[in-house]
Each structure stands twice: as structure tokens, then as C-alpha cells.
């Protein structure tokens, strides 16, 4: 096994900023998919961000092109052979998690570590779908990955100390700040998040301006973003699918989702990603 090998499975935009953040932190990195295009995206997205920082003097030229050299790119599961850490970001559902996770459990190292991003999903039922479930835990990244300083750690129900502190001190390495969460629906930030981005979707459905939620937030809170904009910046589509869990697993109708998300996801309405949400970002 690699100590100084990493493997990251998933490569959007939390999979593939996971992967930008472990070569930049001088791990070797392999970052999976099951097809080659949004690989190519990773890569690209990657590159561009890279070659920002050196345009800025945040990086030289010579710092990029080790990180980039610590980077490869692989549509064969195969390749996380002896990493000492595996790192799962696939889309946010039982089936796929358990799935990529038998696949995970057929290649990885016996010793290795294997960390699920879920944001919200049973970590002891993602542990079920491998052999070893004492080696799997929750590693909940925040988007950006690269800039967030945070971690949410959970523990599965038969998680071992050693996995633990393994995960643990993976995380200092990547130099990210780790809180110990519970193994409930929404660890810890979404289950704080969530019912204050659902009452500002509420509040533009009865007719405030979002420009008026999120100023009221900003300059009366002191938050860096309203909860308009956080939700544009997530994406309404993750948001609406974060608020659904909750309130299916809870039934507590602080996370009954507000109509007006179904609608905008019905609009293709999704944020910066696809250019409108709340606001317009193609002007």
C-alpha cells in the first residue's frame, strides 16, 4: 500500500475539486469515473483553476506542473490498487454509493481507508455493501473542496478507531478542520442549513425580492452569502434533493421543501450552473 496514494472516485465538481485538493496537498492522485468525458471535464476545470492561480501569483508555474503531475485521470477501477485512501463523490443515492462501493471493496487494498462524501446518506448501509465495513466512514467535503476548510467526520456503526484515525489524520494532511457529527440524516451544517435556505425560497414564493432576502441576511446577520445565492451556488436541484431527504427521514416539517424549488428545477432553473436560478447570471 501507498501512503502517498490517493483515489477518488467521482469526478463532478466535488470529485474532481477532492482530487485537485489531494495533489495539490503532494498526494498522488487517481481520480475514477466510469466514462472518459466528464473525466476530460475534471482535467480541463483543473487546469484552468491551476493556471488562474499562477496568472494571479498564488502559484507558480513549476508548483502547477507538479500538482497536474500528480494528477491522473482513469476510467478503470483497477487503478486504486494500493492507495491508502479511497474517497467516494458519486451522485447522492443509496443505490450508486452501494454499488461504487462493491466495486471499491473488489479493488482497493485490504488496508485501506474508504470514505464516503455522502452529505446525509447512512454510513453503516454504504458499509454494507463491502466486506470490510470497520474500514469505511463518512468524509463530508463542502463545495469547494479546495477552499472549505471544513470536514463533517461520521462514523458507521461497526467503523473501527483505527479508521478513525486514519480519516482523521487524512484530513489534517489535506489540511482541513474535522468535526465529529452523529450518523443522522443531515449530520450537523445541513441540518442547520437547510431549514434557513428553505424559509428564503419561502419568503420569494410569498414575494420578497431575493435581492431583499439576502441583503436582510448579509447586512443584518453578517453572512457572507443570503440564502438565495447559497442556493444558486449549490445548485436548487441538490438543494431540493437535500430538503426531500430530510424531511422523508425526519418528518418534521421544517424541511417540507417550498413548492417554488420543484418549480425551478422543473424550469431547468438550477443556479450558476445552468446560468438562472433566483438570479440571472447570463447578463
Do not use: W
Not at 450508486?96 to 455522502?118: R, Y
Not at 470490510?132 to 476548510?149: E, I, L, T, W
Not at 478507531?161 to 457529527?181: H, L, M, N, S
Not at 431527504?245 to 425526519?250: D, N, R, S, T
Amino acid at each position: 500500500m501507498n501512503e502517498k496514494k490517493v483515489a477518488v472516485i467521482g469526478s463532478g465538481l466535488m470529485g474532481g475539486g477532492i482530487a485537485q485538493l489531494c495533489a495539490q496537498s503532494g498526494f498522488e492522485t487517481v481520480n475514477v469515473d466510469i466514462a472518459p468525458e466528464p473525466l476530460e471535464r475534471a482535467q480541463a476545470l483543473v487546469e484552468k483553476l491551476l493556471s488562474g492561480k499562477v496568472a494571479k501569483g498564488k502559484m507558480d508555474q513549476a508548483e502547477k506542473d507538479a500538482v497536474m503531475g500528480r494528477l491522473t485521470y482513469s476510467c478503470d477501477f483497477a487503478d486504486i490498487v494500493d492507495a491508502a485512501v479511497v474517497v467516494e463523490a458519486v451522485p447522492e443515492r443509496m443505490d450508486v454509493k452501494k454499488a461504487t462501493f462493491a466495486s471499491i471493496d473488489e479493488h482497493a487494498d485490504p488496508e485501506a481507508v474508504l470514505l464516503t462524501n455522502t452529505s446525509g446518506l447512512s454510513v453503516s448501509a454504504i458499509a454494507a455493501a463491502t466486506a470490510r465495513p470497520g474500514s469505511v466512514m463518512g468524509m463530508h467535503f463542502f463545495y469547494p473542496a479546495p477552499v472549505m476548510r471544513l470536514v463533517e467526520l461520521i462514523r458507521g456503526l461497526a467503523t473501527t478507531d483505527d479508521t478513525y484515525d486514519r480519516a482523521a489524520a487524512f484530513a489534517e494532511a489535506i489540511g482541513k478542520e474535522a468535526i465529529d457529527v452523529p450518523e443522522l440524516p443531515g449530520f450537523v451544517v445541513n441540518r442547520l442549513i437547510v431549514p434557513y435556505q428553505n424559509e428564503g425560497a419561502f419568503l420569494v414564493m410569498e414575494g420578497v425580492a431575493p435581492e431583499d432576502v439576502d441583503r436582510g441576511m448579509k447586512l443584518g446577520c453578517n453572512h457572507p452569502m443570503g440564502p438565495c445565492e447559497l442556493m444558486d451556488f449549490t445548485g436548487i436541484d441538490v438543494v431540493l434533493a437535500t430538503m426531500r431527504g430530510l424531511y422523508e427521514q425526519f418528518g418534521d416539517s421544517k424541511y417540507r421543501p417550498a413548492p417554488i424549488l420543484q418549480t425551478m428545477v422543473d424550469a431547468g432553473r438550477l443556479g450558476r450552473k445552468t446560468g438562472r436560478g433566483f438570479y440571472d447570471y447570463t447578463k
